[in-house]
């Protein structure tokens, strides 16, 4: 997902902050991958989520850490990407819920069906706001994305129909169900 986001013009302001395995590159790969979104060379999206410490990102490429911690904003990122007409909204269902469902064979989840676990991400649009400190859920306690603007608001996450998190609170008792496979 950082692949589609990021080229390396971001080192020269985020630094080793987005250094990952592989490296983000040019803006002409980037804009090849996203190209790749629609014609189906890429078949699903996902996200490491790799929560450094910020000290253990520093000290150069050679010896910072890789991986960044990014899974809280690859929903919101990847609909700036449908905002600015890289791929349609229902390919991204696609490629985040329907196609990882299907190439793992996980059991009752990916699809909104009757009889699937409501595994659901309730989101507003046209809601900006700004990525800060007090927001971020990982505990490394930082992203690259940070004083990012973005335009879309997650108000409501549904595991297994029970809302896990809602305006900003989090439920950090609800434990979900197992995934299974086929």
């Known amino acids: 997902m950082s692949h589609l986001y990021f080229s ?16 983000i590159k040019t803006s002409r790969d980037r804009a090849a991958l996203r190209e790749a ?12 989520h790799a929560p450094h410490l910020l000290s253990q990102k520093e000290g150069g490429c050679a010896r910072a850490a890789s991986g960044m911690p990014m899974i809280q ?3 919101v990122t990847m609909l700036e990407l ?4 890289v791929l349609s909204l229902e390919r991204l269902v696609e490629l985040m819920c329907h196609h990882p469902a299907r190439l793992f064979e996980v059991r009752e989840r990916g699809f909104l069906r009757e009889g699937y676990q409501a595994d659901i ?5 046209h809601s900006p706001w700004v990525c800060t400190k ?3 859920q990982s505990k490394c306690g930082w992203s690259p994305m940070e004083g990012h603007e973005f335009c879309w608001q997650v108000e409501r996450t549904l595991c297994n129909g029970h809302t896990v998190y809602a305006g900003g609170a989090v439920d950090t008792d609800y434990i979900g169900q197992p995934v299974s496979f086929r």
């Open 73 to 75: 904003f690859s929903l």
């Open 8 to 23: 390396d013009d971001d080192y020269a302001t985020l630094g080793t902050r987005i250094k990952c395995n592989p490296a």
């Open 134 to 136: 007090d927001v971020i």
């Open 121 to 125: 991400v309730i989101v507003r649009p």
């Open 82 to 85: 449908v905002d600015e007409g």
């Open 37 to 48: 979104l629609n014609d189906g060379r890429i078949a699903v999206i996902g996200t490491d």
